[in-house]
C-alpha cells in the first residue's frame, strides 16, 4: 500500500492482526486455512470471546424470517451474547441492526477489503456501530481488495470458526450460507437451523440439514441459550443423567429424544469425514494439473474442473495450506514450484 491508501486507514481506524502477533485469535489458528492477516475496525478482542453467535441467512429474506431474526437477538440480549454475521443485505444486516437496537455487539465479517466493502464508513449505521461497546469490523482481504465471488464463500469459514454457534435462519436449497453451516460441522461447533412452518422453498436447506440429522430444531432462542450458556441458566436437573423407574413417559421421551439426536449427529460427523476423505483422495492431483497451465480464477477452476464451490474452497484451502499453490492480490492462483 502506498502512502496515500495508508494514511486513509489511519484516519477510519483501520488496524491489522497478523497471525504470528499476540492477541490473534486462537478459534482461527486451528482451522487448516487460518487467515495470516485481518484488517478491522473495533474492539479485537471480541474474537477470542466465547459468546459468539453466529447468525446467517438469505439476502432475500422474506418478513417472517426478518421477523423471527429480530425477536431471537432480543432474546438473546440479556445474556453476554456477539451477534457474529456477514454483512450482507438480508438476515446479516437484520441481525447486526437488532444487536445494535438492543445494545449489544456486533461483529461484521467481510468478504471484501474493509474499504472496499458496500458500507459508507461515516454512515449512520457505522457510526453507531462504533459507539457499541465491543462492536467490530474484520476483513483477511487487502482493504481495497474488491468483491468477488469466492471471496463470500471464503469467508464463511470465519464466521463459522469465530462462533461457539451457529444460527441458520432461512436457506434455499443453494444458499450461500449452507456453506457456512457446513464449516459450522466441519469445526465441530453447535449448529441450529430454524424449522420453519409449511414447505416453502425458501427454508428447504434448512429442512435438508434438520432431516440429515447435521443441524438442532431450533424453535426458540432457549434452543441455543441451553448449549451457549448453561452456567447463566436457572439450575434444573439434568433430566437424562437418570431416569428412575417411577419416570413420567414425557421426561422419558424426551431423554430418549435426545440421546436419538446425539447418536445422529455423531453419525453425520462420521458421514461429513469419510466424504471429506474422499474429497483429498480423488481431487487434489487433478487440480494441481489444471493450475499448471497458468493463473486461475475461482469462477474458471470451478468451470474446468466441475467441482462444487464448498468442496473447491475447501480444496484450494488445503493446497495454499500445503505450499502446492499461491493466491494472488486479485485472488487468482497459481502453482508454486518444487
Not at 432462542?221 to 447463566?232: G, K, R, T
Not at 453425520?268 to 493463473?295: F, H, V
Amino acid at each position: 500500500m502506498n502512502n496515500t491508501e495508508n494514511k486513509i486507514l489511519d484516519n477510519l481506524g483501520v488496524k491489522s492482526l497478523k497471525i504470528t502477533d499476540e492477541g490473534f485469535p486462537l478459534s482461527l489458528t486451528s482451522i487448516i486455512d487460518a487467515p495470516k492477516k485481518l484488517y478491522y475496525i473495533g474492539d479485537i478482542e471480541l474474537l477470542n470471546e466465547a459468546n459468539n453467535i453466529a447468525i446467517v441467512g438469505a439476502r432475500n429474506a422474506d418478513l417472517y424470517a426478518k421477523h423471527f431474526t429480530n425477536s431471537l437477538v432480543k432474546a438473546f440480549s440479556p445474556y453476554p451474547a456477539v451477534i457474529v454475521s456477514g454483512g450482507a443485505k438480508g438476515i446479516d444486516m437484520t441481525a447486526h441492526v437488532a444487536a445494535l437496537e438492543n445494545s449489544m455487539p456486533t461483529i461484521i465479517v467481510l468478504g471484501t477489503g474493509i474499504l472496499a466493502s458496500q458500507f459508507d464508513m461515516n454512515s449512520f449505521f457505522i457510526k453507531k456501530l462504533r459507539e457499541t461497546k465491543g462492536s467490530l469490523i474484520i476483513s483477511e482481504f487487502e482493504p481495497f481488495a474488491p468483491a468477488q465471488r469466492w471471496t463470500f464463500a471464503y469467508r464463511n469459514r470465519l464466521i463459522a470458526a469465530l462462533s461457539r454457534s451457529t444460527v441458520l435462519i432461512q436457506a434455499a436449497k443453494e444458499s450461500g450460507s449452507l456453506i457456512t453451516a457446513r464449516y459450522a460441522l466441519k469445526y465441530k461447533k453447535n449448529l441450529f437451523a430454524f424449522s420453519a412452518q409449511g414447505l416453502n422453498a425458501n427454508f428447504v436447506g434448512n429442512h435438508e440439514l434438520l432431516n440429515s440429522g447435521k443441524a438442532r430444531f431450533l424453535n426458540s432462542a432457549e434452543d441455543v441459550i441451553i448449549e451457549q450458556f448453561p452456567s447463566l441458566r436457572s439450575r434444573k436437573t439434568n433430566e437424562c443423567a437418570v431416569i428412575s423407574s417411577d419416570a413420567k413417559p414425557a421426561t422419558s421421551l424426551s431423554c430418549a429424544s435426545k440421546q436419538k439426536h446425539k447418536l445422529r449427529l455423531q453419525q453425520a460427523d462420521e458421514d461429513d469425514e469419510n466424504e471429506e476423505m474422499g474429497i483429498r483422495k480423488q481431487y487434489p492431483d487433478a487440480l494441481l494439473t489444471l493450475i499448471e497451465s497458468g493463473i486461475h480464477s475461482f469462477e474458471h477452476l470451478k468451470i474446468k474442473s466441475e467441482i462444487n464451490p464448498t468442496t473447491l474452497s475447501m480444496l484450494l484451502s488445503m493446497l495454499e495450506v500445503k505450499g502446492k499453490i499461491g493466491r494472488a492480490i486479485n485472488g487468482e492462483f497459481f502453482r508454486i514450484a518444487g
